[in-house]
Structures are given as structure tokens and as C-alpha cells.
């Protein structure tokens, strides 16, 4: 195969091109306009002009952009951080001692993954609602203090976000988690047993490091996911109460198609991938070293 | 392993009850969509599933959905055409400069919508592309054959070389081994890349959003968050037009369960 013969037909350049042509076109040339749009202040209908770096400066010192990364941030603790420790325990938990219907548990926990985030928002919004399931759930039990309108909070708006987040991530990640616990053999269990280990040593000497390569991966999935977050905010909130549940995603549509604030949004779609692309080498970096 | 009788009630008990809390968010819009739209319609029973008729009709979800297939279809056929023949050069082949192209498909499957869609809107909008069904479904195809490319190099690399050998030695022309020996036997590895194009493809809202301003090229979740923001009361339509855009997905999901996990969490990139 290496060399490519006469009767060898098209060559492995002629191959690539048509998806190149297509990928370069509608995602690598958009992508350095990005970065050439955001050194410019536009309005998307009158002439640019160019301000160098104003853009990128303005995201450290604007508040509502400097919130919009700090919601990111909470965010990623809703959809990534707090599923991963959900999953390690519920994986582990269901490795120890296999019970029958998992098939259909990982059916299951599995679902929310695949319903579009929009009905997913839709869904919340209702049980979110100043008189929905949550709401009246509460009422019924005498908590009526605690009732309130969660997505028109300030403070609780963000969280109450979080945890639709923690309802699509978690699934995903006690699945990966549980295929990663499975390779562990039994006799790893049955030796640490005899040496008088509890469930506690077992989980963080045996399990923790046995599922590594499984975390690094439902990290980077839920990190990324999380920072890519649009359809969510855009459906439950708008970003509101106020600023209060903005995020980057969202900023970069507001500032775009709203404002008119074209490089603005540029700059901010630019840096939120230099986001995500930090945070996964990040991930996989540490992942690696402890391995 | 013996495990006493308590710890496996308890792990009963753990798994009833995450599955309730996954599927209670479900059940809550799937009740609400059969249940009455109004209190003349209450009046006539509990259980509504013209709901989904009206939702259908006058909720136009069945225009949205009908979007949403075309849309599909452009991006899934084309995506997995070109990922098939990049795939292949990439998994079979040695040429130069072959390590500096891959990571540039590679790159793509980390780049965020959010970062291509501004200047994709107002280039195309210069070009008369926005409002059109390209705009919508080209920037996808580029999305799905980042992901593609890498997924059939994947597959086009673990194929058994002495195979391939032993069809040129016959004279098959290299289309030829892809058309009718690589494609037929990967068959699993290219369900499992349609599956995971059509859900995203299908799944999709920022770019549809953007890229049809007059809003007379809507897909199913772009018209259903528009159907919220404009009918505030109509909750049970509104829960019946969010389980009819679920519906396609989900259908394919118990169908198809092992493409989509194994996809998602093998589709995971380790450099």
C-alpha cells in the first residue's frame, strides 16, 4: 500500500479534497475571520474600523462579560465536576456487587443525553415554574417559605441551571465510569478484602485509580459541553434575571445579532474556544502525569 | 465476591430511585402534552392525545419537522461521503504533509459553533446564502466531517492490512477495495458515525437560529423555543410539539442504543 502504483486511482490528495474543501470553507476560513473580526469594532452594517486588541481588553474589564466567564465557570462545576463524583459513587456502588436491570439503568441514565437540549429546557421550565412540580412538591410539604420563581432569581437562577446540567451530564458519566470499572479483575477486590480493606480504602485505592483514563474522558466531555452551553440559557433564561445567567455562548449571539456589536462577539467566540482548548489540554496533561 | 443481603437491597434501592429522578423530568412533559389545552377540553376527559394533532397543525411542527429532515438528510449524506473517501486516504495511505492535514480535521471537532457562526452569518449574508437551506446544513457538514474523518481513519486503520493486500494483488482498483470490501465490512463502525451525525444535525440550534434570520427556514427545536416565546398559556401544546421533536431521536436511541454510547464515549478525542 505504500506505494501508490499506476493502477492506484485517485491519490490520497484527491481523496481528501472534497472534505477539505467543505471544512475549510465553513469552519477553518470562519474561524480566522473570527480572529480578524474581533481586532475590529463593527456594527455589521457600516464600515469597521479597526481597534487592535480594545475587544479582548474589554472582556477583562466589561462586568457583564467578566460575568459571563464566571457563570461558565459554575457552570462547568454543574455539568462536570459534580456529575464525575455522582458517577464515581454510583458506578462504584453498582460494580461492588452486580444486581440485575442494569442494561436497563444504563438505558435509562443514558436517555438524557440523546433529547434535544431545547424540549430538555422546555421540560425544566415547566418544573421550574412559579407553580410547577417543584413549587408544588415543596407546598405540599410545608416548605411553602422556600418556594419561589427559580429561573427568575437572582441567586438562585444560576444554580437552578447547574442542575439541569447535572441531569444531562450525570448519565453519560456513570456510564463511561462503569465500563471503565468493569476491566478492574475481581481478584484485585478479592486480595484488597483479605487485607481487611472497607468499601472507603476499596473505592479510592483500587477503583479511583483504576478509572482514570474513563474520568479524563467524561471530563473533557462534560467541561467542553458545559462551555458550549447556548441552547439552555437561551430557552430557560435569556441570560437573565439581569446578567445573572449569561454566558459566553449567549454573549456571543446578544452582541452579534442583537447589539450590533459584531467584534465584540468575535472576540468573545475566539476566546471562549481558547477556553475550551486550555481546559482539555489541561485535563488530559494532569491525567497523563498521574497516570 | 460475596456481597451480603442488605448491600444488594441497598443497591436496588440506588438504582430505582436515580432512575426516577432521570426519568421524572420526562414523564412530567410527557403528561403535560396528553393533558387538556383549555378548560373547555378539560371538561371532556384527562386524557388529550389531540395535542398532538394541533401541536402537528396549527403548532406547524409538522413544517419544522419536515425542515428538519431535509436538513438532516443534506448534512448526514454529505458528511458521511466525504468523511468515507478522507477517512480512507488518512487510514490507508502514507503521503506528505499527511500528520499536519489530520490535525487540522482534528481541529474541528474541538472548535465551537460560537466561534465560526458571526462571521459565517455575515459573509454568507453578502453572498445571499442566509435564509436557504446551504446555510444552514453546510456549516454542519464541515462539523460532521471533522468528527468523521477521524472516526472512519479509526476504522480504515484497524482493518487487517493482508485483506486489502490480497484484493489489489486480485486487481481491484482502490475505489474498488473501498466501494465493495472496506465499506461493506464497516458496516457497524458507519452506522455508528450516521447515528451520532443525524442526532447532532438533528439536535442543532445556534446555527439554524442564526442562519435564517426571516425565520422562514426553521427546523423542530428553532421552532419549537420560537412556539414558546409566543404561546405563553398553551402549555399542553407546547409539551406535545417538545415530545415530537425528541421523538425521532429517541425512537432511533432504543433502537440503536449501543451506536450511540459506544459512539459518544469512544468519539471522546485522546490526543
Redo the contacts between chains.
Keep these: 500500500m505504500r506505494r501508490a502504483g499506476p493502477s492506484a486511482g485517485p491519490t490520497p490528495y484527491l481523496l481528501i479534497l472534497p472534505a477539505f474543501l467543505v471544512y475549510g470553507a465553513f469552519l477553518l476560513f470562519p474561524l480566522a475571520r473570527s480572529v480578524h473580526l474581533s481586532l475590529f469594532d463593527w456594527d455589521g452594517l457600516t464600515l469597521a474600523t479597526f481597534v487592535g486588541f480594545d475587544n479582548y481588553i474589554d472582556i477583562a474589564t466589561d462586568e457583564r462579560l467578566r460575568a459571563a466567564f464566571g457563570h461558565a465557570l459554575v457552570l462547568v462545576f454543574f455539568f462536570a465536576i459534580l456529575p464525575v463524583c455522582i458517577g464515581l459513587a454510583l458506578a462504584a456502588v453498582l460494580t461492588r456487587a452486580r444486581v440485575r436491570g442494569l442494561p436497563l439503568f444504563r438505558t435509562i441514565v443514558f436517555l438524557p443525553q440523546v433529547i434535544a437540549m431545547v424540549v430538555v429546557a422546555i421540560a425544566w421550565r415547566q418544573i421550574y415554574a412559579p407553580d410547577g412540580v417543584l413549587n408544588t412538591a415543596l407546598r405540599a410539604v410545608g416548605l411553602d417559605a422556600l418556594t419561589r420563581a427559580w429561573l427568575g432569581d437572582y441567586t438562585f437562577s444560576l444554580p437552578a441551571v447547574g442542575l439541569i446540567g447535572t441531569w444531562v451530564s450525570t448519565g453519560l458519566v456513570t456510564v463511561l465510569l462503569m465500563a471503565g470499572m468493569a476491566r478492574i479483575p475481581a481478584e484485585l477486590f478479592e486480595s484488597a478484602r483479605l487485607d481487611g480493606a472497607g468499601a472507603v480504602r476499596e473505592f479510592f485505592s483500587i477503583i479511583v485509580p483504576a478509572v482514570r483514563p474513563e474520568a479524563t474522558v467524561a471530563l473533557t466531555l462534560t467541561v467542553v459541553a458545559s462551555l458550549k452551553t447556548f441552547d439552555l440559557i437561551y430557552v430557560t433564561t435569556g441570560g437573565g434575571p439581569g446578567s445573572s445567567t449569561t454566558v459566553p455562548s449567549y454573549e456571543v449571539y446578544r452582541r452579534a445579532f442583537e447589539l450590533g456589536e459584531v467584534g465584540s462577539a468575535a472576540a468573545v467566540g475566539v476566546t471562549l474556544t481558547a477556553v475550551i482548548f486550555a481546559l482539555s489540554v489541561v485535563i488530559n496533561r494532569r491525567a497523563e502525569r498521574g497516570a | 465476591?460475596r456481597?451480603g443481603v442488605g448491600?444488594?437491597a441497598?443497591?436496588?434501592i440506588?438504582?430505582v430511585g436515580?432512575?426516577v429522578?432521570?426519568?421524572a423530568?420526562?414523564l412530567?412533559?410527557l403528561i403535560?402534552a396528553f393533558s387538556p389545552a383549555s378548560a373547555s377540553a378539560a371538561r371532556e376527559g384527562a386524557f388529550h392525545p389531540g395535542n398532538f394533532v394541533a401541536a402537528w397543525q396549527e403548532g406547524r411542527f409538522g413544517s419544522y419537522m419536515a425542515t428538519s429532515v431535509l436538513v438532516a438528510a443534506i448534512v448526514v449524506t454529505?458528511a458521511v461521503?466525504?468523511?468515507l473517501?478522507?477517512g480512507?486516504?488518512?487510514g490507508?495511505?502514507?503521503?506528505r504533509g499527511?500528520n499536519v492535514?489530520f490535525y487540522?480535521?482534528l481541529?474541528?471537532i474541538?472548535?465551537?459553533?460560537?466561534?465560526?457562526?458571526?462571521?459565517?452569518?455575515?459573509?454568507l449574508r453578502t453572498l445571499g446564502l442566509t435564509d436557504t437551506v446551504w446555510a444552514v446544513s453546510?456549516?454542519q457538514?464541515?462539523?460532521s466531517?471533522?468528527f468523521g474523518?477521524y472516526w472512519m481513519r479509526t476504522y480504515f486503520r484497524g482493518v487487517n492490512?493482508s485483506v486489502?493486500?490480497a484484493a489489489?494483488l486480485d486487481?481491484a482498483?482502490?475505489?474498488r477495495v473501498l466501494w465493495s470490501i472496506l465499506v461493506p465490512m464497516g458496516r457497524p463502525a458507519i452506522t455508528t458515525m450516521v447515528v451520532l451525525m443525524f442526532?447532532w444535525t438533528?439536535?442543532e440550534?445556534?446555527i439554524p437560529?442564526?442562519m435564517s434570520?426571516s425565520g422562514s427556514f426553521r427546523t423542530?427545536?428553532?421552532g419549537?423555543?420560537l412556539f414558546?416565546g409566543q404561546y405563553t398559556q398553551g402549555?399542553a401544546l407546547?409539551?406535545a410539539g417538545?415530545?415530537l421533536?425528541?421523538l425521532p431521536?429517541?425512537l432511533l436511541?432504543?433502537l440503536l442504543?449501543r451506536h450511540?454510547?459506544r459512539g459518544?464515549?469512544d468519539g471522546?478525542v485522546?490526543?
Design positions: 465476591m456481597i448491600e444488594r441497598a443497591n436496588y440506588v438504582l436515580v432512575s429522578l432521570v426519568l423530568p420526562i412530567t412533559i403535560a454529505l461521503g466525504l468523511s473517501l478522507s480512507y486516504a488518512f490507508t495511505m502514507t503521503f499527511q492535514l487540522l480535521f481541529l474541528g474541538m472548535v465551537p459553533a460560537e466561534a465560526i457562526i458571526v462571521p459565517l452569518f455575515f459573509d453546510l456549516p457538514v464541515a462539523q466531517v471533522a474523518t492490512r486489502i493486500e489489489r486487481g482498483s482502490s475505489q442526532m438533528w439536535n440550534f445556534l437560529l442564526v434570520p423542530a427545536p428553532l419549537l423555543a414558546q402549555t407546547l409539551a417538545a415530545v421533536v425528541a431521536v429517541v436511541y432504543f442504543q450511540f454510547i459518544m464515549l471522546a485522546k490526543e
